[in-house]
């Protein structure tokens, strides 16, 4: 049974066009993440939801946005893709409160710039 | 400055052979999770530990919680071909924290 959704899995665009990935979760956490992993590295925090409280990474640049729209949906908007930008974009939720939460990961979205 | 250091970083062994990787840190963790990563896939948590000393075991893989909740292992036990994987371990410092990743040890099992 899928928890975290994540579509497409696959994205490719062109430099500078922007582009939407998009995660849902069957879980009803109340946290929302949105991370960075190039190749053979550990996956990057970008930002995170908190509800409908937006935590932005000090180092996360403005061509990231996010939105989520209700418990269920988050999306990333990556504005004008830089070449810089191609990497595995992973969602993931936990329940904040009441201790050690765990976070539960998406498949990912291996996005591509032409 | 990485808070959470993995060794090895990478490690290729035969199939049967026992391993252990390490996470360790300078600094206390509320809880420690390890995830197993394949190639084109998102995370899979295998396990999180929140007691100083706790010990957890999964089938084949054995967790092990330093008592000063500062380090972490997974041993694993006659690995095979589909133990290969990135294993990350991440933990948070305080509870409602971001959490905190490790560079990750990448594990090939060769039959």
């Known amino acids: 049974d899928a928890m975290v959704i994540q579509n497409p899995r696959y994205q490719v665009t062109q430099f500078g066009k922007p582009v939407t990935l998009s995660c849902s979760q069957t879980l009803n956490h109340n946290v929302m993440y949105w991370y960075q992993q190039k190749s053979s590295q550990a996956p990057k925090l970008l930002f995170h939801y908190y509800d409908k409280d937006f935590n932005n990474e000090a180092d996360t640049p403005d061509n990231f946005q996010s939105r989520r729209p209700n418990t269920s949906f988050c999306f990333l908007d990556i504005r004008s893709p830089g070449l810089g930008d191609a990497a595995m974009y992973l969602c993931a939720t936990s329940q904040k409160g009441g201790g050690k939460e765990t976070q539960y990961f998406g498949p990912g979205t291996r996005l591509l710039v032409l | 400055t990485q808070l959470l250091e993995q060794s090895p970083q990478f490690l290729s062994i035969q199939e049967g052979e026992n391993l252990t990787v390490y996470c360790n840190s300078s600094s206390v963790f509320s809880s420690l999770q390890w995830y197993r990563q394949e190639p084109g896939e998102g995370p899979v948590l295998l396990v999180t530990?929140?007691?100083?000393?706790e010990v957890k075991k999964l089938k084949r893989l054995t967790f092990q919680f330093g008592d000063a909740r500062k380090d972490s292992s997974l041993h694993i036990t006659a690995a095979q071909p589909g133990d290969t994987g990135l294993y990350l371990c991440?933990?948070?410092?305080?509870?409602?924290?971001?959490?905190?990743f490790g560079k990750g040890t990448r594990l090939s099992v060769i039959a």
């Open positions: 530990v929140v007691t100083g000393g």
């Open positions: 991440a933990g948070h410092l305080k509870e409602n924290t971001p959490l905190v």
